[in-house]
């Protein structure tokens, strides 16, 4: 399918009516603009749009969306392009909606303790002015500084947080949606319950922007905690370090945030953010970073003492506890830079397993007996009190392409293994475009028929973020 | 529509057929089981089946639909028949399927706190099968000691639990499901976090057994809490104790439970399981019923003691603490028996109205006023924490029936008025027969558009609990 190229006048006709809608400077052609969005953070993929259309309003997206349905035009709408399965790029070339200027909060219901956002405010500004009230939106991806909320829905992003707090979805109350035929609907109601139909707010959340356009986020919120202890703990075996995962669960505890790093990541980084705080032992394999939360400081610290216990079945090394802000600051700097950090390190390949808790320390050797026989190095990071891993893989000479030969039969036998143990592909990254050629490994022809018929309820004419997660015909 | 009547030799055809595949002695048609089935405990709807099918197997379940697709025979699934929007009677005939003989916990896994389910298992009955591992599945409906999880997922319940642990869809990590044609999948992986395709997990929770027939159902479970305090906090000010509500939040504390009940109610309820524990005051309007749990049981005790400075600035009543495992037995007896003993005592009609917290003093108000402009006697009690109020309507000669204009102008006056509140027409009973009538008040013409083409992409013959939620077309 090439629509971009073979009807590209139907582009240069509308550029006037796109204009009118949108205003004349929203509206751009010149090369410089169109670069700037024909890549994110996946990889080395480029894809150019035909046009870049920076809307301000619901009204002005549905106007767009009726012209472009009409002469299907391929759409992609892009938060702001730190997506890391390509879900943002406008491989099929046609309209590129950025929601930058979408980037109001409307509205900080403290009574009912909701927010209602647009879908371009940056997550992390979401979190301070929530914050601000005593009020706390958990979901926090490493690239909350940047990343917009609506792209956050698109992905069902998670974060450090989810562990004890849930993904996006578990915040998501109701949504406004213009859909690809220009009608603008809400999915749900602004309430905690709902019985009432279909649940089309969870169907979008997740979707990729392949469902609809969200212009409108209603989101549930929560008291902030007061207080938080975080320590990070050595342990010289990787696999232990997994096992160990999952017993601080079934002791009864749930950290507000456990993450595993191996060690290599963490020296990797030291390097590139002038660590002189953080404690990185020698016969280090990997770290537990483990932080629980909550309005007792007492309790607290009885919790992490008992969480520390466990640990000492493992076999783990001396804890260190980050004792006040700046040294939690510092620590989670660490953690958040890990995945910039190793891709500039050449570890370009990105993988988001997930499988359940238990099955950590069967993933990650299941991991290294691949690197011997595929002979990539790999280093691997991530949410692990959800079993969520990511696995960060370099092979000379080998990125991100779409057909490559040398990652291909690699990044089959890791899903197949993830598959195994009873997990799936992506956790919180999506499939988008570089993922989608796997998702067979975790849906059959049924399940994938059933999800290409939602999309065609939604997407008649299949212009909109075509050919992500799946092809769609 | 009439399917059932056109074409009743198709059943006779098919009986045979049927019985080889489930086994002679699991099919139905003497009137007497149909008896059973035509009936559930929405009110006086009375629906006669032609034919009662309990399964064993998924397998089974299969063979059966692709029969009833082949020949489009109306299928409707049903759990313990505890629903209250007729979600499970059998309106069109044809086939009733029960889950009875599907009742087993397949595993409590508890390295990974999940636990795998038939949909036949008695919800009451899961819990305590978790608890005896120190596991916790929350969503506890009232009717918890007879009603299946199956129907709990397909109405996405919740119960009183739901204000601090959410409701049946927070809790749902995996789905196997019999799509009307026969075909059978599962709609995701047993992980806490997916980002891969879309969600038909959440698509499959609340649709009321529209689209799927569930067969195994995969659950989260958390470390059950081991402390539990309780207190009923009498009002003499209806609408006063529903503004104490929002207070209690937005002062930072989650109750685990944070009921309000009209003190009509719990004067009926008394009259039948004759209460001597539970102190119902004269000068009382209505009464909170707020736990909290944890870990702790000091910090408990200090919550409970700032909820009750709280709920000083709304003028409450003495407080009644529940002191032990008797007394809040009692209480809760009295709570969980309330929709059964108003039921009787001739408030036939209940509505599932959910609001956003803050409104509920307005959605008071406003059902006050209906009253005496419909000329009707209600009771309200519910689980404020969410919003979430069931409003029970007594007219003398009215019960409910699809077409009654005694009750139908008073309804929808009702449900306009949570429209207007931002709320809707069901937290926690789904909408099933009795309330789809009135869900255009909730959603426009192009979202129940968008429900009608999903539905149809998972039942093309439209054979699945069809003309429940909508009239499928």
Same mark, same amino acid.
Request: hydrophobic share 45%; net charge negative.
């Given at each position: ?289 483990? $932080? ?5 400081? $007492?309790?607290?610290?009885? $919790? ?170």
């Amino acid at each position: 399918m090439s629509i971009a190229t073979t009807e590209l006048s139907i582009f240069q006709q509308n550029v006037a009516a796109f204009k009118a809608i949108v205003g004349e400077s929203f509206v751009f052609t010149d090369h410089e603009t169109l670069d700037v969005f024909a890549k994110d953070e996946t990889e080395n993929l480029y894809f150019l749009p035909d046009i870049v259309i920076k809307p301000r309003t619901a009204e002005e997206i549905s106007a767009v969306m009726k012209i472009c349905n009409q002469h299907k035009i391929p759409v992609t709408p892009r938060g702001a392009g730190t997506g890391l399965s390509g879900g943002a790029l406008p491989h099929f070339g046609g309209v590129l909606l950025s929601f930058e200027r979408m980037n109001n909060i409307i509205e900080i219901d403290e009574r009912n303790l909701q927010v209602t956002v647009e879908p371009g405010v940056i997550t992390e500004v979401l979190q301070n002015a929530v914050k601000e009230k005593g009020l706390f939106y958990p979901p926090d991806p490493s690239s909350k500084g940047s990343c917009f909320i609506g792209g956050n829905i698109a992905e069902n992003s998670g974060g450090p947080k989810a562990v004890k707090y849930g993904v996006v979805k578990d915040y998501v109350l109701n949504l406004e949606v213009v859909l690809p035929t220009g009608d603008i609907i809400w999915t749900g109601a602004n309430v905690l319950k709902n019985a009432t139909g279909y649940n089309l707010t969870q169907l979008m959340v997740g979707s990729e922007g392949t469902l609809g356009i969200v212009t409108k986020i209603v989101l549930k919120l929560i008291p902030h905690p007061q207080y938080d202890l975080l320590m990070l703990v050595p342990f010289n075996d990787l696999e232990k370090a997994g096992a160990a995962v999952s017993a601080i669960f079934r002791a009864g505890f749930t950290p507000s945030a456990l993450e595993l790093v191996e060690v290599d990541a963490l020296r990797i980084v030291s390097k590139y953010i002038d660590n002189t705080t953080i404690p990185i032992g020698d016969d280090v394999a990997a770290h537990l970073i483990i $932080e629980v939360d909550g309005n007792d400081i $007492e309790v607290l610290m009885k $919790e992490m003492e008992a969480i520390g216990t466990v640990l000492m079945d493992f076999d783990c090394g001396e804890i260190y506890f980050a004792d006040d802000a700046q040294q939690k600051a510092a620590l989670w700097k660490l953690r958040r830079r890990v995945a910039e950090a190793v891709k500039i390190d050449g570890y370009t390949i990105e993988e988001d397993t997930v499988v359940p808790r238990a099955a950590l320390p069967a993933l990650i050797k299941g991991v290294k007996a691949l690197r011997t026989q595929y002979n990539f190095d790999v280093v691997c990071y991530g949410h692990a009190g959800d079993g969520n891993l990511h696995v960060r893989i370099k092979k000379p000479g080998s990125i991100y392409s779409l057909n490559n030969p040398d990652v291909i039969p690699a990044l089959k036998a890791l899903f197949e293994l993830v598959k195994s143990l009873g997990g799936t592909i992506s956790g919180e990254h999506g499939i988008g475009l570089i993922q989608k050629e796997y998702i067979p490994i975790v849906f059959d022809d049924i399940t994938l028929h059933i999800m290409r018929g939602i999309k065609k309820v939604f997407d008649p004419n299949n212009i909109l973020n075509s050919g992500k997660i799946f092809d769609a015909h």
